[in-house]
Every structure is written in structure tokens, then in C-alpha cells.
């Protein structure tokens, strides 16, 4: 775990590092905000998943969570969005939405995207074994992201329940089976079988396995993905039925953009706070 | 005055527009805040002058200073940093610190930068113009910005202390007569006359002209320009040789970046809501 870079940021550190990952055989960067607690003594940590297109980078330059962060003595953790690096297979026609900046949290069975698309382990597990080693980190964890990683947070969460304390999602890709870019992504990393999709969509899973893990949503009703896309409507009707503990919360006029997320981030951090001690 | 795109932001309104330029001679896009006071009627305005290789887009989607905003009922106004179109002249080399994004907020006299290169008047008198005359602005202002914009901010309010209750900066460049950028920018847009670059170093201005505005200056130690670029001492001695009201500060361990600027924006925008009676 290599250090690129290093910022002071709301009396804590913005840090960027490199490392070699074994699961997605490549160099890798994350991003992780230490808050100023973290030199007294290990702080729990929240993990953030990005959406299509992102890198560690957009949500440490525009969320404003470090504010947050820093008041309630939060790690927070945030991976690049896929593999990356010469090797790495992309969409032929350069995509946005399969390939580079475009994992969506699975582990691919396909070629050529086995090879390297493994961001479900990467995120589960090499991560937080890493940053857990190297860091000042308690080992409790919470989870959230937005959109394709408001998809990964829940899926990683809901099928894990042991390894966080709670999720959040800022415009989920909530019913991945049934939406375009779900389809897209999952037939290529997974096939056609479509029991191994399943796996990998937070309302399926959540009506199939129920959870007890405090779950907070928010969806703007301004947001152009909503009706076609995100579809929180199936997470909420899977979590009636399974009697989990979701709160959606819709926001009227409000978009997919960051400016959506930096409006509403100091409640999700307050809401992981309080599940995880902090 | 076009509207180019609108976003819901902390209960208030991201807007991009985009107009003429008479002043600029030229198309030019600036951002606004709207916060969600002025649903209820005009309120004061807080205008931001960005750095060198910035838009309008920099500060309103990396300094969170919307919170801020929202919450003291201060509108935020963001022009860019320089003319822009195909007609615009531009450094040969391309250079970052002079011609596109680096308009140093100065009127300039010497060809070919002079057809376009008013950012002076720009902000000074044409924006506030146009923007108190179509939004609900009540007229008071105050003025801040970084790095060419905190030189931009500083130089405005001490030449024209009846426009702007207040001014602050981060990292401005503080005495631009006696430093590189300075001396690339102010020969290539003034000439060679010296007198005429000391109506754009704010040093000078305050050691000259003195200043009963309230001024609030942060700076980091840890700033690669500091000592070459910034020279915040010489600011602070025009203003203990003038008896000015500046409260400059040395924030141990920030850099340049937008990481520092979000860890303090609050303060400043405290500072002016203070000043503009928010």
C-alpha cells in the first residue's frame, strides 16, 4: 500500500493509495479520509461505492463528507469503481456503463471480463483485510454509494450481514434484473443464466432473505434514471414483504447528481454513526 | 441571461446561465446560488472569484459552500475566470497562467488581450448588474475568492469599497508586482508600465490607499506557492502600516486545493453573512 497523495482536510487526512490487488490482478487506487479521532486510537469506518463513470475521486472532491467525517470520527473508504490498467478489459465501443468505471460489484464469470472483474471480493473482502492492516480502523463497518454503488452497498450488505452494521443508498440501481443497465451488466460479467443475477440485486435478495440491517435510502424525484433505471419502488415493495428495516426517503426536486448527495450525506453519516458506536 | 441547467442543492438552486457579454465581448456561463430564502424575497450575495484554470463549476461543486449558504441566506454568484469563445485570444504556448482561465480579473490595455480581457469591469459593474436586475438579489454584496481570485477579490474591494461590505480570500496572490505569476500576467496584459500593475496588487492598494473593510485571509502553511507565488506578509504589512482591519491566518498543515477552501469556507461565509446583515 503505496501513499500518493496526502491532503489536510477538516483537521484530518484526505489520503490517496496504491496497491497491488491479488483479486482484481491489477494496481488499484482508494481513497480514505482519516477524521482527526483516528490519531487518538482506532475509528470505525464507513465504505463508499461510486456510481458509473467515477473514481475514488468524486466523491472525495464534491460529497462533503469529510466535514461529517470529521465531526463524528468516521473513516471513510472509497474504491475506484472497477479494475483498472492496460490489461483490463473494456467495452469495445467504450461504454459508460460496462467495463471501465462500470464493474458494478460482481465477480464476472464471463470472458474476457473474468480475468479481472472481481469488485464484490475486492470490495468484501482484499479491501477492508488491507486498510484494516495498514490503518488506524476499529474493524466495524458500515456501507453506502450511489447508484451502481448504491446497488453494490446493498447487494454487499444484504448478503453479508456480519461484516456491516448498516447500509445506505443515495438513487440505488434497486432491481438490477429488470432494468437496462442491469441487464446490459449483468449478462455480459454473468450470462444469461439468470439465478446468478439474482445474487447481485438488492430487491430479490432482500424478499428472498429478508435482513435486519438498518437500511436508509434516498431517491430524488427530479432524478432521470428513476422510472427507467433505479426503481426503489421494488426494494421498498421486497423489504414490506420481508418486514425489513428500510427507510426510503423521496426527494422531491432533487437529481442524481452530487449536488444531491452533498445535501443529504450528513444524514446518512449520522444514521451509520449511531449503528456503529460512533 | 439564459438558464443552462438547474439543480435542487441543500433546498436552494444550482443554476448555470449563460449570457452576452458586452463588457467581455464574448458568450460567458456563471454560476449562482440561490438559497432557499430568496423564495421568501431578495437577500445579499456573496460573489467568488475562482483561481487559475478554473470555470464557474470548480467552486460550486467542490467547496460545499452551498450548506453554508443555505443555512445564512446568502446567495452565491461565480463567474468564470476569463473570456471565453473561439475568438478569444489565448496564450501561444497554451499556458495555464496566462490567457484562457487566467484572466487575473484585470482590464487590460495591451494587444491582443485587450479586445476581450476586461474581467475587471466584468465583475465589478456588469455582473452585478445583470444579476440584480433578473434575481432576487438585494444589492448587498460581498466578495471572496482564491489564489488569482483571492488577488481578484482583494484588488476589487480595496478600489471599490462602497460596492462590498466585506472581502476575504484563500491563498490570494497577495503582492502579484513581486512575484512570477504577477509579473507573466501584469506585462502581458498592462506592458510595462509599473504604475499601472500597482492598481491590481492589493498590497500596494492597502499600503497606498489604506482600507476600513473587513478582510479575512487564510492561508496554508503547507501551500506549494506560498513563499514564491502568495506572499501573504506583504499583505499583512500594508495593512499594519495602514492600520487596515485584516485577520490573516496561517492554517498549519493545508495545501492549495479545494480540500483546504471546503475545510474553512464556513468561516468565511460566516464572516460576510455577518458584514451583509444575514
Redesign the interface.
Known amino acids: 500500500m503505496q501513499l500518493v497523495q496526502e ?5 484530518g487526512r ?1 489520503i490517496r493509495y496504491r496497491h497491488d490487488s491479488h483479486t482484481l490482478n491489477c494496481g488499484m487506487q482508494f481513497s480514505v479520509f482519516l477524521p482527526p479521532q483516528a490519531e487518538q486510537g482506532p475509528v470505525p469506518a464507513v465504505y463508499w461505492l461510486s456510481g458509473l463513470t467515477c473514481t475514488d475521486e468524486n466523491f472525495s ?2 460529497a ?1 463528507a ?2 461529517v467525517a470529521a465531526m463524528l470520527g468516521l473513516a471513510l473508504i472509497i474504491p475506484d469503481t472497477s479494475p483498472r490498467g492496460d490489461g483490463v478489459a473494456d467495452d469495445p465501443e467504450g461504454a459508460y456503463d460496462l467495463g471501465l468505471g462500470a464493474g458494478f460489484y460482481v465477480n464476472a464469470t464471463q470472458a474476457p471480463w473474468n480475468k479481472h472483474y472481481h469488485m464484490y471480493d475486492y470490495v468484501l473482502s482484499e479491501l477492508p483485510a488491507l486498510v484494516e492492516s495498514e490503518l488506524p480502523l476499529n474493524g466495524k463497518r458500515a456501507i453506502s454509494g450511489h447508484s451502481m454503488g448504491g446497488h453494490g452497498a446493498l447487494v454487499l450488505a444484504l448478503r453479508n450481514p456480519e461484516r456491516f452494521v448498516s447500509v445506505s443508498a443515495f438513487a440505488p440501481i434497486s432491481n438490477p434484473t429488470d432494468c437496462p443497465w442491469g441487464h446490459k451488466a449483468l449478462s455480459a460479467y454473468l450470462g444469461e443464466d439468470q439465478a446468478a443475477w439474482a445474487e447481485y440485486d438488492a430487491s430479490l435478495l432482500l424478499k428472498a432473505k429478508g435482513s435486519s440491517l438498518p437500511m436508509l435510502v434516498d431517491q ?1 424525484e ?1 432524478d432521470n434514471f428513476l422510472a427507467e433505471q433505479l426503481r426503489p419502488q421494488a426494494l421498498q415493495a421486497a423489504a414490506e414483504e420481508a418486514g425489513a428495516e428500510l427507510e426510503l426517503r423521496l426527494q422531491p ?3 442524481h ?4 448527495i ?2 443529504f450525506i450528513e444524514d446518512h453519516l449520522r444514521f451509520h454513526a449511531r449503528h456503529l458506536g460512533a
Open positions: 491532503q489536510k482536510c477538516f483537521g484526505q472532491s464534491k462533503g469529510q466535514r430524488g427530479a426536486g432533487y437529481d447528481s452530487y449536488y444531491f452533498a445535501s
